[in-house]
């Protein structure tokens, strides 16, 4: 059974940085596409970062890039988001997720908040 544990979320000041963590397990990680995707209240699910197998490719969309950086270990099966200078509008749940789009399997994701 897939399990992806995220941990790291809290709430901070605007221009403040947290780092999020996922724990997997029960399948093999290296095999997968890893990404994180975040919901804030009342809007759809946005897919923030994702990262290839091996690491060596990262994407972001526009409204992160530059302020946040994905990671992966394979040794470790840990998935990791570094987010700098963080806004009110990164406020969102943030979830960890094998693969992306329709047939991604997400966690139960942790809660961001931004603010003053």
């Known amino acids: 059974e897939v399990h992806l544990v995220e941990s790291g979320g809290g709430s901070v000041q605007p221009g403040g940085s947290l780092r999020l963590s996922c724990a997997a397990s029960g399948f093999t990680f290296w095999y997968y596409v890893m990404a994180w995707a975040r919901q804030a209240p009342g809007k759809e699910l946005e897919w923030v970062a994702k990262?290839?197998?091996?690491?060596?490719?990262?994407s972001y969309s526009e409204s992160v890039k530059g302020r946040f950086t994905i990671a992966r270990d394979n040794r470790r099966n840990t998935l990791t988001l570094q987010m700098n200078n963080l806004k009110p509008e990164d406020t969102a749940v943030y979830f960890c997720s094998r693969d992306w789009g329709p047939s991604s399997i997400r966690g139960q994701g942790t809660q961001v908040t931004v603010s003053s």
């Open positions: 990262i290839t197998k091996d690491g060596g490719v990262t």
